[in-house]
């Protein structure tokens, strides 16, 4: 069964930054493909970013060029370094691994003007 647990969440203040961390077990982690999404009060979940295996990223719109999705096999952990946030990114962020209807219980962050 696959688990995931998010951290790294808090408040901080618009331009500032913030490190997400996900650690997963009960899979193969190395060759899955992990995705973070977010959930902003009042909205749909909506996805944000996804690295596969090998490394490679995609970003939505919304966060390209201030957000980054790196992984550390060893560790089984996916992390979503954010920048120059802005109060819209304020949202429960999760991550979950492509293919599977797991979630973990999301981090909050939350974004002051």
């Known amino acids: 069964q696959v688990q995931l647990v998010e951290s790294g969440g808090g408040l901080v203040q618009a331009g500032g930054s913030l490190k997400l961390s996900c650690v997963v077990s009960?899979?193969?982690?190395?060759?899955?493909?992990m995705r973070w999404y977010r959930q902003r009060p009042g909205n749909q979940r909506e996805w944000v970013a996804h690295?596969?295996?090998?490394?490679?990223?995609t970003y939505a719109t919304f966060v390209r060029g201030r957000f980054t999705v790196s992984r550390d096999n060893a560790k089984n952990t996916v992390y979503l370094q954010m920048n120059d946030l802005k109060p819209e990114d304020s949202a429960v962020y999760f991550c979950?691994?492509?293919?599977?209807?797991?979630w973990g219980q999301g981090t909050r962050v939350t974004v002051s003007s």
């Open positions: 009960g899979i193969a982690f190395g060759v899955r493909t």
């Open positions: 979950t691994v492509l293919g599977s209807d797991s």
């Open positions: 690295i596969n295996g090998d490394g490679l990223t």
